[in-house]
């Protein structure tokens, strides 16, 4: 078995140095080395969406992406979402309009959802739908999700 | 479009509570928007290892031989289990809530032992340091497999000489064992009236064949199980389950050991929609523990999840139907031959009650056919059978429709059936909903909103789903601060604990935060059954009323006892008790809890039930969509959901419900299927391949609750998780008819099934 690699990232503001197999995933190192499991496995080829981070700010699968190639990059997981104790408006929106049954996509389309009002303040329904065709949810049909992202367009717009 | 009194969700509400049919945040949604909620697979224990599952490549295939050793010698390797390693399971049933199923295929599905019966099915278990390490020893099993030809679909195992997958299976002839083996488990029939007399009497008969593919439930989280077989004996389980109990007792059953020796801690469950009934993972790695003596955690993959659970029924149904031409329906037959998968237990039963339910039709026969293929053992989705069911009945009504001139939600109308109409297969209907659903469908501004333009069409379907009762336990202690712990035994898929703790604060006058629900493990919490048949609101709910009312008669006499008055002179309303006896005296919920202790010590209320009184939900859709008649593609224009949902305690979670089920229903109408090679190995088992609809390819789906209260529930409720999955694939059928004039018999109506009726219909060689 190849030596385990040292890596030194940035995951939700904070420094973060571990070691992993150079086989290992950047998911498999957030949930089982790093500890955060808020990233969830839905399927572990790129398809669900479930384990979405942002990777110096873009949105990628983190189970397509290998841990050593977070050497030197910001990660953001759903970890970092929140501001302290309180909620990001994107969660507590989700709360208010029911925009999760299960759960287990949620993560995932909660950090997906922030990057895209990050550069779009008031994004379009066709545009929520596109950005989040690479999330996976089987439980709302999407409808509630989509509201509620629209929801927390609103609110982030309202509080600047 | 007609959109001046159109909301895209309504409630038609009966009746108003005061914390029943508000909208509170659920209690568990900080942890899951925060990514702190702890799913089976987040678990993590001192000492855990890592388990892997061998799989057979061969849909149907002798196993002559397992050499394991050189796996055994793998240095990261701890533990490897095969099927020798279980005990012979004998003739024994075990119940899994929703019926029982002989110990030796819930055993052989686990580890396959003789014969493997399906590509996917389980030949040997690994457990290793590392998930890495153990999927490499998986390599190092060396099986040696005599290739057998594979069956795949029911007519073809059906015929004389097809492949026999279970020697010793024989055929239930009506009810009779029978000597013959074949891959048909069971034959039954359902009669009423008079079926040749029907047809004799009917202007107009249709009679149509259909076919629909096998579909997966999709739920995103893959299965997964953590078990230590502990140094006392006891096997300690966590893991994502529908039933945590139904768990436990198929697991000691496997193991024979008592159930007492099995404890199950319920993690939270990213969807099951019926796939996380059965029992998959816990007794093998449980196996894993005892010789290793580590805990083991196993997690399914998505290829394992498509090839190696429960997906639903592949079916052939032949349905023939007669109307008068006044529109009144006089006969109905369906022939349904449903696949089981590899172990029978096809869910051709519950098709076949829900058939012809929404029909108030004098003459039924209905044959029904559980038939073993080499495909992966079936299991629940969500209404399970009625959905291809619905689609053959629901488009012959709407040719009917078509060839009697009638509006299609009319002639429904005309033969709906109501409080006291006999189904075929015996039960008389209690007050149902299904006239209130199809009024409120052609009331809706969307029925009657104009559709223009080339290649688009409207579609209608009903469904009826019969929903269960099924027993559940719950208790619930009164703290000092005027909340209240509800423990309960539901696993939670979609906000129950809080359509739970709104029925606790409705009787208790308390608000719905102040009630903390907890979904319980299997030692803390009374025998509850599977969280399936849309029965948790319901039944689990009947729990919980009764556990309140016991706290609030608790509360009543220690009251009296406190102001020295006769029990039955305290009143409790709204959260306050009051008495007029001489004084007048009055304490509140919350103010009377502080004093608990210091008058005679806590309260705990209890409840263990088994609720007759279930109440049957009826669905409906109407449904816009544009045919690309170039590619077969059908787009979605505008969706609406009707379901009767009794009262909705929580109206975005039913809302909820709905549309999600109405999604899965459109997944399998337009694109889901497994597609199968002929030797039995599926093509498409990723969810890139597979193709569940993504947020792109959908409207918004409006929702319409009616609410038409069940008796057998004190605050009405039906239950609403299954029913809506049922109409979709009719009403996108129909929609496409009225779109480009083809009927489809077939699902997925994927853009292929599309041109080709398309090119039937204009002779166009394909």
């Known amino acids: 078995m190849p030596r385990k690699v040292q890596v030194q990232t940035k995951i939700n503001g904070e420094e973060v140095e571990f070691l992993c197999e150079p086989r290992q995933s950047l998911l498999e190192a957030l949930r089982d080395i790093v500890g955060l499991t808020g990233s969830k496995e839905g399927c572990n080829d790129g398809n669900c969406g479930a384990c979405t981070v942002l990777f110096d700010g873009r949105i990628v699968t983190s189970c397509l992406v290998l841990a050593v190639e977070a050497e030197g990059k910001q990660i953001t997981t759903i970890e970092g979402i929140a501001m302290g104790n309180e909620l990001h408006p994107i969660q507590q929106c989700f709360l208010e309009g029911a925009a999760l049954q299960c759960g287990v996509c949620t993560p995932g389309i909660i950090v997906a959802a922030k990057a895209l009002l990050d550069q779009d303040s008031n994004p379009s329904e066709e545009k929520i739908r596109l950005w989040l065709a690479n999330n996976l949810c089987r439980c709302t049909g999407y409808d509630k999700i989509v509201r509620s992202v629209q929801a927390a367009a609103e609110r982030m717009q309202e509080a600047r | 479009m007609s959109t001046q009194n159109y909301e895209p969700n309504m409630v038609l509400s009966t009746t108003e509570f005061d914390v029943i049919g508000t909208r509170p945040v659920r209690h568990d949604g900080a942890d899951k928007v925060t990514g702190r909620a702890l799913y089976g697979a987040d678990i993590e224990l001192s000492g855990l290892i890592h388990g892997a599952i061998l799989r057979s490549p061969h849909a149907h295939a002798r196993i002559k031989s397992v050499d394991t050793s050189e796996a055994e010698a793998h240095p990261a390797v701890r533990a490897v289990v095969t099927s020798a390693d279980l005990a012979d399971a004998g003739d024994q049933m075990v119940d899994l809530g929703e019926g029982a199923m002989p110990l030796k295929f819930l055993r052989g599905n686990v580890l396959a032992s003789g014969k493997a019966l399906y590509r996917g099915h389980a030949i040997a278990a690994v457990a290793a340091t590392s998930l890495h390490d153990a999927q490499e020893a998986l390599k190092l099993i060396k099986v040696e497999y005599e290739v057998l030809p594979a069956t795949l679909t029911a007519p073809d195992a059906m015929r004389d000489g097809a492949p026999i997958l279970h020697e010793d299976l024989k055929t239930t002839e009506l009810g009779k064992p029978t000597d013959k083996v074949s891959n048909v488990s069971n034959h039954f029939q359902h009669v009423k009236g008079d079926i040749e007399a029907g047809f004799a009497e009917a202007d107009l008969v249709i009679e149509r064949e259909f076919n629909t593919a096998t579909v997966h439930q999709g739920y995103i989280e893959p299965h997964n199980t953590t078990v230590l077989w502990n140094n006392d004996g006891r096997v300690q389980i966590w893991c994502s389950s529908q039933g945590s109990f139904t768990i436990r007792d198929t697991t000691a059953a496997i193991l024979e050991m008592p159930v007492s020796q099995v404890k199950v801690t319920p993690m939270e469950i990213g969807g099951g929609f019926g796939g996380k009934i059965p029992v998959y993972l816990e007794p093998v790695a449980a196996v894993l523990s005892k010789k290793s003596g580590h805990p083991v955690k196993i997690v399914m993959s998505r290829a394992d999840e498509f090839e190696a659970t429960g997906p639903t029924p592949g079916s052939r149904i032949k349905v023939k139907m ?415 008819y009225h779109a480009v004039g083809v009927r489809m018999d077939r699902l997925p109506m994927n853009p292929v099934a599309v041109m080709e009726a398309i090119w039937e219909k204009e002779d166009v060689p394909a």
């Open chain 2, 322 to 736: 007669g109307v008068r031409n006044d529109g009144k329906m006089v006969a109905a037959q369906a022939w349904m031959a449903y696949e089981a998968g590899a172990y029978p237990g096809a869910m051709v039963v519950p098709g076949s009650m829900c058939v012809f339910a929404a029909y108030d039709i004098e003459n039924i026969l209905i044959d029904g056919f559980d038939v073993v293929v080499n495909k992966p053992s079936t299991a629940a989705y969500r209404a399970p059978g009625a959905t291809n069911a619905a689609f053959t009945t629901e488009t012959i009504v709407d040719e009917m429709a078509e060839k009697l001139g009638i509006d299609p939600l009319e002639l429904r109308l005309k033969n709906a059936a109501t409080k006291g109409t006999r189904r075929a297969d015996g039960p008389k209907y209690p007050r149902i909903g299904c006239v209130e659903v199809l009024e409120a469908m052609k009331n809706h501004p969307h029925y009657n909103a104009p559709l223009e333009g080339p290649n688009r069409g409207r579609g209608v379907a009903i469904g009826f789903w019969f929903n269960v009762g099924l027993p559940s336990s719950c208790s619930m202690s009164v703290n000092a601060d005027g909340t209240v712990m509800l423990i309960e035994g539901s696993p939670d898929i979609g906000g129950t604990r809080t359509s739970l703790a709104m029925q606790a604060a409705e009787v208790l006058g308390i608000a719905v935060g102040d009630v903390r629900p907890t979904v319980a493990d299997t030692d803390s919490v009374g025998f509850t059954a599977v969280t399936g048949g849309s029965r948790v609101t319901f039944a689990t709910g009947i729990a919980v009323i009764k556990a309140a009312r016991d706290v609030r008669d608790q509360m009543s006499q220690r009251v009296a006892r406190i102001w020295g008055v006769k029990e039955e002179d305290v009143e409790f309303e709204k959260g306050v008790f009051t008495s007029n006896n001489g004084t007048k005296n009055s304490i509140t919920f919350k103010e009377l809890a502080k004093q608990l202790s210091s008058s005679g010590g806590p309260i705990v209320g209890r409840a263990a039930i088994n609720p007759p009184g279930v109440g049957g939900s009826f669905s409906g859709n109407i449904a816009d969509v544009e045919v690309d008649p170039e590619t077969g593609k059908v787009t979605i224009l505008r969706f609406t959901a009707f379901q009767d949902a009794g009262k909705a305690v929580h109206p975005s979670y039913v809302e909820g419900q709905m549309q999600g089920g109405s999604v899965q229903g459109i997944g399998w109408a337009l694109n889901e299927e497994y597609f199968m090679n002929p030797e039995g190995k599926m093509m498409n088992s990723s969810l890139l391949d597979y193709r569940m609809p993504t947020s792109l390819d959908l409207p918004m789906i409006d929702t319409v609750i009616i609410e038409v209260p069940n008796p057998g529930h004190p605050y009405g409720v039906r239950g609403v998780g299954e029913a809506n999955i049922i109409p979709p694939p009719a009403a996108l059928a129909n929609a496409v």
